[in-house]
């Protein structure tokens, strides 16, 4: 159990949590929310003792392991190998096995009963906290969250650092401690290792404590929010969905309060102003005045409604076609080709998503339609009156640190503006009075991120190409893009590894795989509901696909992605037959399981004459079981996409 006592912790002149009680208990899954800045990490460095706390109490028992997820990599592990890194992290198991070796030594030479008894319980213990198949777990979560295989023993500083936080994500996962404390763990992750990191933390069992922006992971996750905001921390029961009602009741109440205060405590002013003059008044004056005093402050309103933070200026008129790639492919260098051949076009209206795994080149084909790379092959036609706007993932990171949010929109504008427009631009991104001198160095992420929109609609677009535009943005922020995006008259594509915003926001989907870009009518569940997902549909190229092309697909039609008869009658063969496959491996993973439990049975009674012949068959065994399941595993996953296409 976690528990926080009336804890205030102070930063500088600001407090970060004052006076502030909750509980975790046991087994309990947690989604902590709240706006940037309001103290979530803060909390997390709190339970784990890396923070000490001004006044009040956290408990946390000492006997739990607790994995913590931050949102650095260390540098020191550079030179380390990506799987030994990933197993590093599970150093009890690995001590473990150094020890069961040890004890194998010392038992062949002197196999004394003491001896004999604590290698057998040690073994079991082994067994049962499934060390064999450490290795095994590790390489799946390497291959879940993205990793080639023949990565694996890649030294760590080879990769980027968005892949050093991945390696990070994926041995915090593997050490499956009692407490598991993830601090935006979809960071840096594409929609297919977000996908995989839903699926595995469902299975997980232990107390979930998730700092998240992404309300995919938190409505499909957490049990009960714990929302952080203004030095408090309030608990809601019930789930993500259920914490949105209930507190957007909770700021309407608060605000009907203000309403009643506020007019209340201007009509006191305005009859003491009226009447503080009159001497047959004063009685009553100095009533009020007291009164006023005696007031309760107005209460701060929380609500942060995303519809104040965002407005788009409606898009100059266009032709029907924006914009069209023939033919267009590209490499850098001499390095391998990213795609080739693709055919794309985007009409009036559409709202285009791509997703597809970190390196397949989404980000190089936004460069290409917006104007900022030309392709290696093919061309990029522009329609009638197209007006691009581009937001690259580095275009907040561009603007000069010392210039003030007023200068920068002044600068970007391509015409004579007025002050008053530009400050009309910047109040409709959340920038109202003195906010719009504010330095853009001192700008927090969600705030370069607004004014970085703001920079492009100084000179409206009909075209938006925004590549990961909800990174560095809280709910609040994305809510406020998504409500944005869906009234926008304009084009849209995008890239963003947020199901939610993807989900919401897209009507169409660019599938971008090592088998090809392929377009899907319809949205994200439309997407996986005809493919299965990214990985499926990988695996399935040589099956019928939809082709990128011009036309608005049919989902109805022939052209779609449905199975035929034929189709579907081979792929329930190829199910029956996996299934009778997992079902030897089944069968024979018992058999050794028995067979490995009656040895260690025999060993811990002390009846094993010559151990070292028994330890080598012992050790054999574990590796015919990890090598079954490894089968079974993969059999299991081909079983599963599969299933998916047939439903």
Aim: net charge negative; aromatic share 6%; with cysteine.
């Amino acid at each position: 159990m976690i528990v926080f006592d009336n804890v205030t912790k102070i930063y500088g002149p600001q407090d970060v949590l004052r006076e502030t009680s909750f509980t975790v208990n046991p087994g309990e899954r947690i989604g902590v929310v709240g706006p940037n800045g309001a103290g979530k990490s803060t909390i997390f460095r709190l339970i784990t003792g890396e923070e000490d706390i001004e006044a009040g109490e956290v408990i946390v028992p000492g006997q739990l392991s607790i994995g913590y997820l931050r949102q650095q990599v260390p540098e020191e592990v550079g030179e380390i190998g990506l799987l030994s890194f990933v197993l590093s992290g599970s150093e009890d198991l690995r001590e473990m096995e150094a020890e069961l070796h040890r004890l194998q030594e010392q038992v062949a030479a002197s196999p004394t009963p003491d001896l004999l008894d604590r290698l057998g319980h040690l073994q079991h213990e082994f067994e049962h906290r499934d060390g064999y198949g450490l290795q095994t777990r590790a390489e799946s979560a390497l291959s879940g969250l993205g990793f080639a295989e023949d990565r694996f023993d890649d030294v760590m500083g080879t990769f980027s650092g968005g892949w050093q936080m991945r390696a990070q994500l994926a041995r915090t996962l593997l050490s499956r401690p009692d407490i598991l404390l993830l601090d935006e763990p979809s960071n840096y992750l594409d929609l297919p290792a977000v996908e995989w990191l839903q699926r595995y933390l469902s299975g997980y069992e232990g107390t979930l404590m998730l700092i998240s922006h992404d309300r995919h992971l938190l409505r499909t996750l957490a049990k009960d929010i714990l929302e952080v905001r203004q030095a408090k921390v309030t608990r809601y029961a019930g789930g993500y969905d259920k914490y949105q009602v209930e507190r957007e009741a909770r700021f309407g109440q608060q605000e009907a309060r203000y309403r009643t205060l506020s007019k209340k405590r201007e009509e006191m002013e305005r009859f003491i102003t009226r009447f503080r003059a009159q001497a047959t008044k004063a009685a009553q004056v100095q009533s009020r005045i007291k009164m006023l005093e005696k007031m309760e402050p107005l209460p701060v309103l929380e609500n942060d409604d995303p519809a104040k933070l965002i407005r788009i200026p409606p898009p100059p008129s266009s032709g029907h076609e924006l914009i069209r790639l023939e033919g267009v492919g590209h490499r850098y260098g001499d390095d391998p080709w990213i795609f080739q051949d693709v055919d794309l076009r985007l009409e009036k209206g559409d709202r285009l998503a791509l997703v597809g795994y970190n390196g397949m080149g989404k980000s190089t084909l936004l460069k290409i339609l917006a104007g900022v790379m030309p392709p290696t092959t093919g061309k990029r036609v522009m329609g009638h009156n197209a007006v691009p706007g581009y937001q690259s993932q580095e275009f907040a990171d561009t603007m000069p640190p010392e210039q003030s949010a007023y200068r920068v929109i002044r600068d970007a504008a391509k015409r004579n503006i007025s002050e008053q427009e530009i400050r009309s631009l910047l109040g409709g991104f959340g920038f109202r009075g003195e906010d719009i001198e504010k330095s853009t160095g001192i700008l927090s992420g969600g705030e370069k991120i607004r004014l970085a929109f703001a920079r492009i609609f100084v000179n409206p677009p009909n075209l938006l190409i925004l590549d990961e535009p909800t990174t560095h943005l809280d709910i609040a922020g994305r809510e406020a893009l998504e409500d944005a995006l869906k009234k926008y008259q304009g084009t849209v594509c995008l890239v963003s590894h947020d199901v939610s915003f993807v989900r919401t926001v897209a009507n169409c989907i660019l599938a971008v795989t090592p088998a090809g870009i392929q377009r899907w009518p319809g949205g994200y569940d439309y997407f996986l509901e005809k493919t299965g997902g990214l990985k499926a549909l990988d695996q399935a190229k040589d099956s019928k696909t939809a082709p990128v092309g011009t036309a608005k697909d049919d989902p109805a039609s022939a052209s779609s992605p449905g199975l035929g008869g034929k189709e579907r009658k081979e792929i329930q063969k190829q199910i029956r037959r996996l299934e009778s496959r997992m079902s030897k491996h089944e069968a024979e993973i018992e058999k050794l399981e028995a067979r490995q439990a009656d040895a260690l049975a025999e060993l811990e009674r002390g009846e094993i004459k010559d151990f070292a012949t028994h330890q080598k068959g012992l050790n054999e065994l574990a590796g015919q079981i990890q090598a079954e399941t490894r089968e079974w595993v993969i059999l299991g996953e081909e079983l599963e996409t599969l299933q998916k296409k047939i439903e």
